[in-house]
């Protein structure tokens, strides 16, 4: 029998299990074991190159595997009989860059794929729309273009879109890269509600302060492999790993050099690893939310 995503046995889950992505001869992903329970969130973290993007495009089937097993929803989409299809819209995604339709406003940027895709009435797709543009407080802008926009506006909006396919989990790719600093914590506060209620989500972000606050656990990749992996405590405040370690200490101290770089460390002075994290922590996530 096909394999459909209209009921979820196991709604809002990933089970990815000895995935191996190559490109060519180039080996991205090494035998990646990871598992994600309804409702819980995730963070990946990593250096820029170590395989989190085509880790997120292998769970939302934008890659085929070369060997392994992703299960989503209680699906093995990398079985044949799996309707791909019914099971990518089951999956939000988020990306760096919001994507929205400049021609289009606010809720026909949200109704559109309601309509043509899975079908809605116009009357069902713009309550859809209304009721996810209340959620990331954007309810007062569906009339609005995305070039009247914020960055972080424009996001909130690419994730109500997002939320309309009624998705039973959703993946999120550096959110907050593209923004500038001061509208990065309206799109983390949003991300942090979500969370709250219950959506099953896995983040790549390199926002310290949100994976040690919203994160059920943090995932540290490098180099192909997961490294590390346990709570945001464990992998953020106290790396076992060199590797983690050495990427944490960057992370957190990003105007210091290492041993053996180009500079001396004692040239770069001040604070303390310690202080640098108390600072980090307290940065971006904070800030509140915008309108
Ligand atoms: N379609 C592709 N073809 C060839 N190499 C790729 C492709 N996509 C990604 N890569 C390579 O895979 C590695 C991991 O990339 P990526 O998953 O984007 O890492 P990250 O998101 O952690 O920065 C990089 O070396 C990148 O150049
Ligand atoms: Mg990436």
Redesign the pocket.
């Known amino acids: 029998m096909t394999q459909t995503a209209t009921d979820y046995p196991g709604q809002g889950a990933i089970s990815v299990r000895g995935l191996v992505?190559r490109?060519?001869e180039?080996e991205?992903?090494k035998n990646i074991d990871l598992e994600i329970n309804k409702g819980e969130v995730v963070c990946?973290i990593?250096?820029?190159?170590?395989?989190?993007?085509?880790?997120?495009?292998c769970v939302n089937l934008l890659?085929t595997p070369t060997a392994g097993d992703i299960v989503v929803n209680g699906f093995n989409v990398t079985d044949s009989e799996c309707d791909i299809d019914g099971m990518r819209r089951s999956i939000g995604m988020v990306f760096q860059q919001f994507n929205l339709f400049p021609h289009l406003n606010v809720l026909q940027n949200l109704t559109i794929a309601q309509t043509k895709v899975l079908k809605r009435s116009k009357m069902d797709a713009e309550k859809t729309a209304r009721h996810n543009l209340e959620r990331v407080g954007m309810a007062h802008k569906e009339s609005a273009y995305a070039p009247q926009l914020s960055g972080g506006q424009q996001q909130r909006i690419a994730i109500a879109r997002s939320l309309s396919m009624n998705p039973a989990l959703m993946l999120f790719?550096?959110p907050t890269s593209a923004l500038d600093p001061e509208l990065v914590g309206e799109v983390l506060a949003v991300m942090k509600s979500l969370a709250k209620e219950g959506m099953t989500m896995m983040v790549?972000t390199h926002e310290m302060a949100f994976a040690r606050e919203v994160a059920d656990r943090v995932v540290f990749?490098d180099g192909?492999y997961v490294v590390e992996e346990g709570s945001a405590e464990q992998v953020i405040g106290n790396p076992q790993h060199q590797r983690t370690k050495s990427f944490m200490f960057r992370v957190l101290n990003p105007t210091m050099v290492e041993e053996g770089d180009e500079f001396p460390t004692s040239a770069v002075g001040g604070s303390s690893g310690a202080e640098n994290l108390a600072i980090a922590l307290d940065t971006n996530f904070n800030r509140g939310q915008g309108s």
């Open positions: 992505m490109f060519g180039v991205v992903l990946i990593g250096p820029s190159g170590s395989g989190k993007t085509t880790l997120l495009r890659e790719d550096e790549v990749m192909g």
